[in-house]
Every structure is written in structure tokens, then in C-alpha cells.
């Protein structure tokens, strides 16, 4: 079986490609350094129609497939991983939610902007205390009168606190607890809703110009009908949508071995020592084939899970898939940007090389959307092991 791109889908990428270079990657080290938030290039992302990539046509999106969007991750990615993680959560966790769970309402309330670009959606699940533990979730959120009253709070939330943020959907205790199994809800809170707080953002190793932020809910109260799905189901629903987020981390994994090939390559063709290139040191150039190893594995990894969504395939092979390029994909982008930066020698040190960008940014792809312990634990479930 291939997994080669359609003629369309290379159009597509050298479309988004061109856009990256001109709008991103001159701006990129800049907006590193001073932990910008670029709302106009976002927006100028949604007008080339990114973030509606894989929405149906009546709420303003293009209808098309996750390979598109896997795509357009790993271009956006491949110059600058700050933006390819806003976009890769304003789809996965801040449309799809409502694009799969949402009432016919919510959809046309919240989408159309959503998918234009023009706003911004987070989801709120990680706490202090829980992550993918649900039972550990402390949020709650109590139904009074017709609204649901949440008190809690959240953290690492991608574009929860930015100037174009409309909503964060947030999962909350809604019933259960004690030696019942917790009930837990999602429900749709907007932006401004009184007692709802993005909290500063945070100082992180990477990722400097996307935008993170810890949540604080406090008697913020919003409408019956901003439940989300089926009650009791937000918990599932936020896992489900999580095997898509898995292969678009993976996608923007690839993004980034791309660029460290891509900078390994044009270095050590300039870069001499001893009267040569240092491409022409044996030791260097194995390093450099490596990388074409991995971003080749990672990519054919990355495109069978996309290829498998837009199939259909059962969702228990496409999880096992969604695991594994999230897992290869991911380690094998931390382990390139050493090899780049070990080929940069002490200019990879320095911050005006964007290797050592791509070297902070490329950790936590190992962490957010299920770490690699997790990928593991699901890998090994999935070839019947019962792993706990």
C-alpha cells in the first residue's frame, strides 16, 4: 500500500509552504525572543482557509481531509512550531469538539468563526492534579437554575487567554464522586464570562509564541444548554478527539525533522574545516543520513494514520496507528534536534541560529496530547497486553 501524496494534496502543500516562508519564517526568531502572539498572521492563516480544513462547507470550512490538514501542520511547523501548534489545537481541540459534539445551535453560534480564523477555542482538561486521570478531575460544575455554576481551575491550555480567544470548553465533575466513579461533563464557557480568568501565561522552555495559559473558574456561570455532547460523556469525547490529535502532533513532529535536515544540510555544505566542507566528514554526514531516515519513517507513519482517518478505518486500528506515529514521530524530532544542533557545533548554541529554537521547541512534542509513556501503555493495550 502507497501513501504518497495525490497530485492535489503537493499542490496544497507548496500553496501553504510559500505562505510559511513569506508570512512566518522572517517574523519567527523575533516573535520567539519576545514571546509574541502573532494575532494578524493567525488571522491571515485563517483567510488561506487552514483552519477550515476539515469542516463541512455550511459553517464556512473547505470539507476536506485530514491528510490536508496533516499537511498544512507540518509545513507551518517546519518553519516555525509556535504556529503549527496554534493551528494544530484551534483544530483539534478548539473546533473539533464542537464540530463532533456540538448541537446544530452550538455549531452555528461558535463555528463560523472558528473555522475562519477570526477566533480562537481551547479545551480545558489538564489540571494541577489530573490529566489523564479523570477520576482526579476537581473542577465541578453544578447545575442551578438552569446554568451551570464551575468552580475549579486548569492549566497548559493552548489558545485560552489570546486577544481573539472566543471560548474554552472545560470538563468538570457534574455528578459522582466519593467510591462512585466521577461523572464528568464538557461545557462550552465563552470568553468574558464573569469569573472565568485566563491567568498570565506562562514562562515556558518553548513554544514562545503560542499561547498557554492556566484557567481559573470561580461561581462562573453559563446556560444549561453549553453542555457539550452527552452528559457524563466528556471525559470519552475529549479521548476520541485525542486519537486526531496524536497524528496532527505527529504531523508537526515531522515539521520539525523536515527543518533540522533542511538547516543540517545547508550548514555543512557552507561550514569547512581543515580546508573542506564539513558535509564531506564522514562522521557528520552519517548523522545527517539519519535524519532522512527518521523524517522519512516518521512522515510514512504520520500519512498511513491520516490516510486510515479519512478511510474510515475501525477506530481501534486507527488509535494503534494515532500511537504509533505519535510516539516515532515525536522521539524521533527531540532526538534531531540534538543531531542538528551537535552539527551546528557551538553556533547551534547560540540563540540566533533558529536550531537552538527547533532544540526547545521539540520537548514537550513528547508530552502534550498523551506522552510517550502513554503512547506505550496504549501501543502495548493495543496488542492485547493488559497493561495497567
Known sequence: MSFELSPEHEQFRRTVRDFAEKEIAPHAGQWDREHHFPVDVVQKMGQLGLFG???????GGADGDFTSLCVAIEEIGRVDQ?????????????????????????KRTWLPDLVSGQTLAGFGLTEPGSGSDAGATRTRAELVGGEWVINGSKQFITNSGSDITSLVTVTARTGGGGDERPEISSIIVPAGTPGFTAEPAYDKLGWHASDTHPL??????VPESNLLGERGRGFAQFLAILDDGRV????????????CLDMSLEY???RQTFGVPIGRKQGLAFQI????????SARLLVYKAAAMKDAGAPVKDFKQAAAIAKLHATESAVTATRIATQVFGGYGFMEEYPVTRFYRDAKVLEIGEGTSEVQRMLIARGLGLPVE
Open 268 to 270: 555543512a555544505g557552507e
Open 289 to 296: 543520513a539519519d535524519l532522512e531516515v527518521m523524517l522519512q
Open 82 to 106: 509556535s504556529m503549527g501548534i496554534t493551528l494544530e489545537a484551534a483544530v483539534g481541540l478548539g473546533i473539533n469538539p464542537i464540530l463532533t459534539y456540538g448541537t446544530e445551535e452550538q
Open 53 to 59: 480544513l476539515t469542516a463541512p462547507e455550511e459553517y
Open 248 to 259: 496532527a502532533i505527529a504531523a508537526l513532529a515531522v515539521g520539525c525533522i523536515q527543518a
Open 216 to 221: 481559573s473558574f470561580e461561581d462562573v456561570r
